[in-house]
């Protein structure tokens, strides 16, 4: 990463955290939003709101204190806190990394068949096998992953709404919802996405070039996420009939606009999965790391002992861990968030206190 970051870079690498873990598929768009009806995408109008405020709140947070470390950025400097909040961060890592594995099989077997478990493996191999040999190189696949992603979803969502048989504004669709209230399902998916995205944001906020890139980068990311989602959303809700027992929503509903587009999606898809996934097991790589662990003094056999935990766990199915994990990691995010707030307020009149002190000094 160059020692300044623009607006597009940050905005980019936002989009591109987000994007592989929380709704590339549309099986999380579908149970944190779709279920719900007009009230869901309401709920996607949201989500955009939200993102770029945290962002926002992350980066300036890191760049009042000059820290790239989430933990110092989003927990007051109390040990037993941050500890408390990097094990949450750790199991959610982990989490999406699971669910990250379970897509690619269920990606696999969406287009050719195969049985979910083939695609399990055939990930976990390659993220291994690139982990093996230290390779961070293809993280910066973003640059090409994102742009991409976002243009053939927003040609899916278009495509979507135009021929969808189904209307936009109706009520719940489902009885099975991630909670009974629509605006709760929407924090825990900003909740669990945020959580997620720390770890990027803050280095960002201390390479960023000064802080009104930080608040253009974060509004384009932000507003970004939002549309598509909210696009997404709707075109699910009116082809509700024909996506809401499949495992890859919005890949079906690409494939049944054309069949190059469902490829083309397809493709991208898997990208963002593997792009997610090998950035979130080096994240842990490197969080593991930091602990004096006999079993894990090895790098590569903690990146096997993972990697295969990872394996295992995601045999329980795409559909099941989204519906599950996610909502666990998004009530978790709520206690990072809180800190988080609570931090940048502190933060914030601790330099007012310092540059007041050294105003004086100088007098």
Do not use: H
């Not at 760049?63 to 990097?86: C, W, Y």
């Not at 990311?221 to 959303?233: P, R």
């Not at 499949?246 to 494939?255: E, G």
Request: charged letters at 10%; glycine letters at 10%.
């Amino acid at each position: 990463m160059n020692n300044k970051v623009n607006y597009f870079g940050i905005a980019t690498l936002f989009i591109g955290t987000v994007i592989g873990a929380g709704f590339a598929s549309g099986q999380e768009l579908i149970q944190f939003f779709g279920n719900y009806g007009f009230k869901g995408i309401m709920g996607t109008l949201l989500v955009g709101l939200c993102f770029t405020i945290l962002s926002i709140v992350i980066m300036f947070t890191a760049k009042n204190i000059n820290s790239i470390a989430f933990e110092e950025v989003a927990v007051p400097n109390v040990k037993a806190l941050r500890i408390f909040v990097n094990g949450i961060i750790t199991f959610l890592s982990f989490g999406i990394l699971v669910v990250m594995i379970a897509g690619a099989g269920a990606m696999l077997n969406t287009l050719t068949g195969l049985s979910p478990i083939i695609g399990n493996i055939s990930m976990t191999i390659i993220i291994i096998s690139v982990s093996w040999f230290g390779t961070e190189s293809m993280l910066n696949s973003f640059n090409i992953v994102v742009p991409v992603m976002i243009v053939i979803a927003i040609i899916t969502g278009i495509l979507g709404i135009a021929t969808g048989p189904g209307k936009a504004f109706m009520p719940p669709v489902a009885a099975q919802t991630i909670s009974k209230n629509w605006l709760l399902s929407a924090l825990l998916f900003v909740s669990y996405n945020f959580a997620l995205s720390l770890a990027v944001l803050a280095p960002l906020g201390v390479k960023a070039k000064d802080k009104k890139s930080i608040v253009i980068g974060s509004i384009i990311g932000g507003v970004t996420l939002g549309s598509v989602a909210t696009l997404l959303c709707i075109a699910i809700v009116k082809n509700f009939k024909l996506i809401s027992n499949t495992s890859l929503p919005v890949f079906i509903l690409a494939q049944n606009q054309n069949k190059f587009l469902g490829w083309a999606y397809g493709f991208v898809l898997l990208a963002a999965i593997f792009t997610t996934a090998e950035g979130i097991l080096f994240a842990l790589l490197e969080r593991f790391s930091q602990y004096k662990v006999q079993l894990f003094k090895n790098r590569r056999v903690m990146l096997v002992s993972i990697s295969t935990l990872a394996l295992v766990g995601s045999n329980v199915g795409f559909s099941k861990l989204v519906s599950v994990l996610y909502p666990i990691n998004g009530y978790l995010g709520f206690f990072v968030i809180a800190f988080l707030l609570y931090n940048y307020v502190a933060t914030k009149k601790q330099l007012k206190v310092e540059s007041k002190s050294c105003t004086k000094n100088a007098a």
